[in-house]
């Protein structure tokens, strides 16, 4: 397992937004996803970042003589660097530097499973890459595994600027491609008027969990950060029997890189178009606050913070504070309190779901003729059938359908016209 010493940065300027503490967990919990051993920590207090190094050079000999002292292969700063600021750490200390981003990126790398993703993943990658490409320092010569050196590869990293461009430029085109067909999937959702419903939350909070116990989606649940990559849409139905697409998204971090969102915006495009946004939060975490505003920041940036709203309070079977958790319901937008994981009050999720869309379904009580058992089919597959009574004269049905699929039926020469 490669060793890392890590290094977690307090600047002056970011001391209102988290306290060194959480920045370091943040750090390990990063560091742990990417199958790394974190040796050790050492918390760096900065009133100015410096252009050379980002901290001041007694720290850098400071850490160099730890680094060697303890034998580390990669050193770990849970702030971004610049390309000269990196480039300038590793001729000093001779050792892999990674960055923040970089280390994000590492994960991405590893999580992608689809085509899609991996293209989105490469594109950042390459983003992130080309502006240190001055210099082929150690960032362009790390042979073997490691944290840092998954996705493209050291054949990709080593061609000239020219032929990295225009691989950006090809996977650019690849994801319109993607883009074009998410919107021809859009189009056809829209005809049939079907809403969209997009989960949203910080990593880990359970968002996947929350889809299986809806769907029974089978996705894989994890507490590792970032498990679901890949965007994953299902269909299933409200208790009065409107048809909902829910659709899964990639866990959002505080401070999300900004060539990331660019990168993953064919996924989140699923977020800016939907109906509804679901925001699943870890009300079990002491940083709740903090998880909520790092999403709010991310849907502000995607132009998707107005969207109509549910707060899902998640994880609840882990509190035993019910002081707390109702303190903190006063504070987000339209609460649930939920538990995914024992499928805990998602009745209450499903009617307040439900809520968002009135009017949407028609009560039909029909006689229909016993040859057309397709339209009793119709009915139970984009309905909920209340009752159902076969009668010498036909087949006696009622049914809640939604407004789309009523306006057509009218028209079927079969069902009466008083339906």
């Keep these: 397992m ?111 499973k689809s085509p899609e993703g991996k293209m989105q993943v490469e594109l950042a990658q390459l983003e992130y890459l080309m502006p240190r490409l001055v210099g082929k320092g150690i960032i362009l010569s790390r042979q073997g595994g490691g944290v840092g050196t998954s996705g493209p590869g050291e054949k990709k990293l080593e061609i000239d600027r020219r032929r990295i461009k225009e691989r950006i430029g090809k996977l650019k085109n690849d994801l319109k491609g993607v883009v074009a067909h998410r919107s021809l999937m859009r189009k056809k959702r829209k005809d049939r008027a079907i809403p969209l419903i997009a989960l949203v939350g910080y990593t880990s909070a359970g968002k996947s969990t929350l889809l299986n116990a809806l769907t029974q989606a089978g996705q894989v649940v994890s507490e590792n950060l970032f498990t679901t990559l890949d965007p994953l849409v299902r269909n299933f139905k409200l208790p009065n029997g409107e048809e909902i697409v829910l659709s899964d998204t990639v866990g959002f971090l505080r401070n999300l890189p900004h060539n990331l969102i660019e990168a ?65 319901s006063k504070d987000f937008v339209n609460p649930v309190k939920i538990s995914a994981k024992l499928s805990s009050n998602l009745d209450i999720l499903l009617n307040e779901i439900q809520a968002n869309f009135p009017d949407r379904m028609v009560d039909l009580d029909t006689l229909i003729p016993h040859k057309r058992m397709d339209l009793v089919d119709l009915f139970y597959k984009n309905g909920k059938v209340a009752k159902i009574k076969y009668l010498q004269k036909g087949i006696k049905v009622k049914v809640s359908i939604d407004k789309i699929l009523y306006q057509k039926l009218l028209h079927d020469k079969d069902l009466p016209e008083s339906c």
């Design 2 to 112: 490669e060793r890392a010493l890590l290094v977690t940065i307090e600047l002056k300027q970011d001391k209102e937004e988290l306290n060194i503490e959480d920045n370091e967990s943040e750090l390990r919990e990063l560091v742990l996803a990417c199958g790394v051993e974190a040796v050790d920590n050492v918390n760096c207090f900065c009133d100015k970042p410096t252009p050379n190094f980002l901290i001041g050079k007694g720290k850098v000999e400071e850490l160099g003589a730890l680094a060697q002292e303890l034998g580390v292969d990669t050193i770990i700063f849970s702030q971004n660097l610049s390309g000269t600021q990196q480039r300038n750490l590793e001729e000093e200390w001779g050792k892999k530097t990674v960055d923040r981003t970089q280390l994000i990126l590492d994960i991405f790398a590893r999580r992608a």
């Design 264 to 328: 993953f915006k064919a996924t989140l495009e699923e977020v800016t178009n939907a109906d509804l946004l679901i925001h699943v939060l870890d009300a079990a975490s002491a940083k709740v606050y903090d998880r909520h505003k790092a999403v709010m920041d991310v849907l502000k940036e995607l132009d998707a913070d107005n969207k109509p709203m549910i707060t899902a309070l998640n994880k609840i079977d882990l509190l035993h504070d019910g002081v707390w958790l109702e303190a903190i």
